[in-house]
């Protein structure tokens, strides 16, 4: 089981990026998706969730409205386009998932939420300059 993530880079301020986490191993359809992100000195916090249950997504306070999170099934891969970028926004990007139920209401406000996952892929780097 793997994930990888990629589209990571650096953009000015209001730009945008979208983020790919390709799976392998497993079937993505089945379990529900979550993007990470960590912030140098910072714990990691999850900032969008993709629901299996309902199909709802949902997302941190602070990017609801600028980002948004997709599959593709066909390609197994999950997305995150970000618009509207902020320097807070600067932070390594993570994808993960479980084969396990997990609540994304959880993912996207709980500060420990990340401990309750068990399938990471590699982080990508977005850098957003003022």
């Known amino acids: 089981v793997q994930l990888q993530a990629s589209g990571g880079g650096l953009v000015q301020t209001g730009g945008s990026l979208r983020l790919s986490c390709e799976a392998s191993?497993?079937?993505?359809?089945?379990?529900?998706i979550a993007w990470f992100r960590q912030a140098p000195g910072k714990m990691r916090e999850g900032v969008s969730c993709?629901?299996?249950?309902?199909?709802?997504?949902y997302y941190k306070e602070s990017v609801e409205g600028r980002f948004t999170i997709s599959r593709d099934s066909g390609k197994n891969t999950a997305y995150l386009q970000m618009d509207n970028l902020k320097p807070g926004d600067t932070a390594v990007y993570y994808c993960?998932?479980?084969?396990?139920?997990?609540?994304?209401?959880?993912?996207?406000?709980?500060?420990?939420?990340?401990?309750?996952?068990?399938?990471w892929g590699k982080g990508t780097q977005v850098t957003v300059s003022s």
């Open positions: 993960a998932s479980d084969v396990s139920p997990f609540p994304c209401q959880v993912i996207v406000t709980s500060p420990s939420a990340a401990a309750g996952l068990n399938v």
């Open positions: 191993g497993f079937p993505w359809d089945y379990y529900a």
């Open positions: 993709l629901s299996v249950s309902d199909g709802k997504t």
